[in-house]
T-cell receptor
């Protein structure tokens, strides 16, 4: 069982370019999340999805979009990357309806926008 | 607004000693959950322990325990018998219960270094 996989592991991207970060989970979790991690700020939620076909905005959604066509995949797209989007991006998932359950995290994608 | 404070940017502890990592939170909700995650240098986020706001007993998981003081709004992590592998970043997090999604707020983290 792989859990959550993210691709790429790391990427250097020129400003203005479009980029999609991939996230796939095999745990059949309904809820999925994208966070960005910046030094001194912890993790901040970008977008979430409670179930396939639905998405919502988190704390820092500007410049990012997501889709949830099926249960397993939750890609994050940067339409036109800017240097302030340099960060480590984590995808997470959680079974719905379980308030006691923790979120399960992927290994992260380190993105540098130049 | 809900907020998590971790006042110790960096901590050192001698191997085999116990260490307490501080976490205070701010919420007006009565029902919430508190988490601690560990992030080693390899980067992955590892769940350690959970405490519900209505739990009367402090949560424990092996060498990890959560010192929950509800009136003080603190949820300190205690690691007993520190090991070299405990060197990592540690994040305190809080879940709001009354939201349309699983809203988890993370603190800025504490870097723990275990000295041989």
């Amino acid at each position: 069982i792989a859990g959550i996989t993210q691709a790429p592991t790391s990427q250097i991207l020129a400003a203005g370019r479009r980029m999609t970060l991939r996230c796939t989970q095999d745990m059949r979790h309904n809820a999925m999340y994208w966070y960005r991690q910046d030094l001194g700020l912890g993790l901040r939620l970008i977008h979430y999805s409670n179930t396939a076909g639905t998405t919502g905005k988190g704390e820092v959604p500007d410049g990012y979009s997501v889709s949830r066509a099926n249960t397993d995949d939750f890609p994050l797209t940067l339409a036109s990357a800017v240097p302030s989007q340099t960060s480590v991006y984590f995808c997470a998932s959680k079974p719905s309806g379980s308030s006691l359950s923790e979120q399960y995290f992927g290994p992260g994608t380190r993105l540098t926008v130049t | 607004a809900q907020k998590i404070t971790q006042t110790q940017p960096g901590m050192f502890v001698q191997e085999k000693e116990a260490v307490t990592l501080d976490c205070t939170y701010d919420t007006s909700d009565q029902s919430y959950g508190l988490f601690w995650y560990k992030q080693p240098s390899s980067g992955e986020m590892i769940f350690l322990i959970y405490q519900g706001s209505y739990d009367e007993q402090n949560a424990t998981e092996g060498r990890y325990s959560l010192n929950f003081q509800k009136a003080r709004k603190s949820a300190n992590l205690v690691i007993s018998a520190s090991q070299l592998g405990d060197s990592a970043m540690y994040f305190c997090a809080m879940r709001e219960e009354k939201t349309s999604y699983d809203k988890v707020i993370f603190g800025p983290g504490t870097s723990l270094s275990v000295i041989p």
